[in-house]
Antibody, heavy 119, light 110 residues
Framework: QDQLVQSGGEVKKPGAAVKVSCKAS????????FTWVRQAPGQGLDYMGW????????IYAQKYQDRVTMTTDTSTSTAYMELRSLRSDDTAVYYC????????????WGQGTLVTVSS | QSALTQPPSASGSPGQSVTISCTGT?????????VSWYQQHPGKAPKLMIS???KRPSGVPDRFSGSKSGNTASLTVSGLQAEDEADYYC??????????FGTGTKVTVL
């Protein structure tokens, strides 16, 4: 059964970094890539970028390009998203989602990880 | 990359149909057929409902259908049921920036 299980919620101070993990099971990890999407409280979905588990190709949304790094670890079937220089407006639920292409669609989603940025 | 434009809300009575529009540009919706729709219930992760403009993944009821004309895509939910009450987001691939989501539409079943 395809499943993406994300790491638990985090509380961070402004200026810190957070790294969220997304462990995949039930499918061949290297056949897919992973997108990261965030959702601030009461807001819509915001695309952050994509990382391929097949060849390591990554693409980031321009607004996050300077602060985000997305990676995949084929030995543990886990995707990671690190966001640095956190601000209060980075408080959001962060989702990973699986797709076979950077163009989508994304057919399996993690449960979400709440990241709270507060002093 | 600006978000795709959706109406904030839509509603219908049980059994009726509701159609949600999703307006982009010639750089995203109008440029390819990588248009998808996602359903999100409160506190839950999004769920893929339509891919490739009009394809339904396995398990999605055929009450859900998608279409596209020019820079505007549409999602129609026929025979509305109580469980269809949710937020719906369109999305499109944009070669210059990767991916873009719509602003979201809250569907209410009256």
């Amino acid at each position: 059964q395809d499943q993406l299980v994300q790491s638990g919620g985090e509380v961070k101070k402004p200026g810190a970094a957070v790294k969220v993990s997304c462990k995949a099971s039930g499918h061949t990890f290297t056949n897919y890539g992973f997108t990261w999407v965030r959702q601030a409280p009461g807001q819509g979905l915001d695309y952050m970028g994509w990382s391929s588990a097949h060849n390591g190709y990554t693409i980031y949304a321009q607004k996050y390009q300077d602060r985000v790094t997305m990676t995949t670890d084929t030995s543990t079937s886990t995707a990671y998203m690190e966001l640095r220089s956190l601000r209060s407006d980075d408080t959001a639920v962060y989702y990973c989602a699986r797709g076979t292409s950077v163009a989508g669609p994304f057919d399996s989603w993690g449960q979400g990880t709440l990241v709270t940025v507060s002093s | 990359q600006s978000a795709l434009t959706q109406p904030p809300s839509a509603s219908g009575s049980p059994g009726q149909s509701v159609t949600i529009s999703c307006t982009g540009t010639s750089s995203d919706v109008g440029a390819n057929n990588y248009v998808s729709w996602y359903q999100q219930h409160p506190g839950k992760a999004p769920k893929l409902m339509i891919s490739g403009v009009s394809k339904r993944p396995s398990g999605v009821p055929d009450r859900f259908s998608g279409s596209k004309s020019g820079n505007t895509a549409s999602l129609t939910v026929s025979g509305l049921q109580a469980e269809d009450e949710a937020d719906y987001y369109c999305s499109s691939y944009a070669a210059s920036s990767g991916y873009v989501f719509g602003t979201g539409t809250k569907v209410t079943v009256l």
